[in-house]
């Protein structure tokens, strides 16, 4: 059975940085891509970056971009966000996922079949 835990979330001024991670069990992190989503009250889940298996594909959105980097340590089973100059904007429950094929990556969420709990990130202004 697969499982995704995210860990790091919490409460940042504007412009500060957090950094989130997600660890992964239950089959062979090292074949399958691995997704950071977000979901902001009110409104819809939406993509944020994703990996490749290997990690030497990676997708953003263009409201991240330049400003978070998505990364993976395939030794640790474990996915990582690193966030800069956090925005009152970016708050939201994050969620990594990973899909059910591997060696595929994608940036739409009904392409992603497993999904962590979420863990709150909070940019005050």
């Known amino acids: 059975q697969v499982q995704l835990v995210e860990s790091g979330g919490g409460l940042v001024q504007a412009g500060g940085s957090l950094r989130l991670s997600c660890a992964a069990s239950g089959r062979d992190f090292s074949i399958y891509a691995m997704g950071w989503f977000r979901q902001a009250p009110g409104k819809e889940r939406e993509f944020v970056a994703a990996i490749s298996w290997s990690g030497d594909i990676r997708y953003y959105a263009d409201s991240v971009k330049g400003r978070f980097t998505i990364s993976r340590d395939n030794a640790k089973n474990t996915v990582y966000l690193q966030m800069n100059s956090l925005k009152p904007e970016d708050t939201a429950v994050y969620y990594c996922?990973?899909?059910?094929?591997?060696?595929?990556?994608?940036?739409?969420?009904?392409?992603?079949?497993?999904w962590g709990q979420g863990t709150q990130v909070t940019v005050s202004s």
């Open positions: 996922a990973t899909p059910g094929r591997a060696s595929w990556i994608g940036v739409k969420l009904d392409e992603y079949d497993y």
